[in-house]
Nanobody, 125 residues
Framework: VQLQASGGGLVQPGGSLRLSCAAS????????MGWFRQAPGKERDFVAA????????YYADSVKGRFTISRENAKNTVYLQMNSLKPDDAAVYYC???????????????????WGQGTLVTVSS
């Protein structure tokens, strides 16, 4: 299983970015997906997750109302739309795929067995 994250970059506070994560190596539509982030010197934190069919989504309190996770199973891709970005959102963002098919996603990293390489988001004026 391979996960390839992209879409990071430099954005001003209040701006938007859309991250993408392309998956390969297994039946994408059977597995929940998540996004995590890690800022320098900090632990990796849960950001958002989505069920295998896309019917349910979950968010960290810090991003609710600003970030939206979605997926296109036909394209084996999960997205993270980030709006109203703040300097505190700056981090390396990682996409992650569930270990087990047809399970409700967790906010814990242990739930995910596969990780992308990360994409850097910088929020600065």
């Amino acid at each position: 299983v391979q996960l390839q994250a992209s879409g990071g970059g430099l954005v001003q506070p209040g701006g938007s970015l859309r991250l993408s994560c392309a998956a390969s190596g297994r039946t994408f539509s059977n597995y929940a997906m998540g996004w995590f982030r890690q800022a320098p010197g900090k632990e990796r934190d849960f950001v958002a997750a989505i069920t295998w069919g896309g019917g349910s989504t979950y968010y960290a309190d810090s991003v609710k109302g600003r970030f939206t996770i979605s997926r296109e199973n036909a394209k084996n891709t999960v997205y993270l739309q980030m709006n109203s970005l703040k300097p505190d959102d700056a981090a390396v963002y990682y996409c992650a795929g569930a270990r087990t098919a047809y399970t409700v996603p967790s906010t814990s990293g242990y739930y995910y067995g596969y990780w992308g390489q990360g994409t850097l988001v910088t929020v600065s004026s």
